[in-house]
């Protein structure tokens, strides 16, 4: 049985841009994975960080004067699914 915390730090090469459509990407499998894949969480998320929405829970991400429907950290985005 391996241990539950190791020293060794396992990193891959990732030559993308940070956010963009992989953060998106990865968002549909948190959600596929959480069950919320088909639920109002879409709406809810298109509202984050937004003038007429609500703050990021997990983050100080600031609200953009014209924001652009995905512009929201990542980790907030699964913070709020978990929420």
């Keep these: 049985m391996k241990p539950a915390v190791t020293d060794r730090i396992e990193t891959k090469k990732y030559d993308h841009p ?3 459509w992989g953060s998106l990407k ?3 499998r948190k959600a596929r994975g959480e069950g ?3 639920s109002g969480i879409w709406s809810t998320l298109l509202k984050q960080n937004k003038a007429d929405g609500y703050m990021c829970v ?3 991400w600031a609200k953009p004067a014209q924001p652009r ?3 929201f950290c990542e ?3 699964k913070a709020t699914m978990w929420d």
Excluded: H, M, Y
Aim: charged letters at 5%.
């Design 58 to 60: 997990s983050c100080s």
């Design 26 to 28: 990865s968002l549909v």
């Design 36 to 38: 919320l894949l088909l």
């Design 69 to 71: 429907p995905f512009e």
């Design 75 to 77: 980790n907030g985005a």
């Design 18 to 20: 940070t956010g963009g």
